[in-house]
């Protein structure tokens, strides 16, 4: 990395626990996004003036990535 007046940017700014933290929210907002939209749908509700159905296996795929990269975040750091 570069040095500013003799000191490291990536000291300053601590990338590597930065992307960690990243991932973590990420992965966080990937869990509570897919969950709340699926605890929804099983509540029997849906966005007012949406069409379409309802992917389940999407928004499990994406919950178990997102649980993925949670898992991921909190090890790394």
Do not use: C
């Amino acid at each position: 990395m570069s040095a500013v007046n003799g000191t490291d940017v990536a000291e300053i700014l601590d990338l590597d626990q930065l992307l960690a933290l990243m991932v973590l929210a990420i992965g966080a907002a990937m869990i509570l996004g897919n969950g709340f939209a699926v605890w929804q749908h099983h509540r029997g509700k849906k966005p007012e003036g949406e069409e379409g159905e309802f992917r389940a296996g999407r928004a499990y795929w994406l919950l178990a990535i997102g649980l993925i990269m949670t898992i991921w975040g909190l090890a790394s750091l």
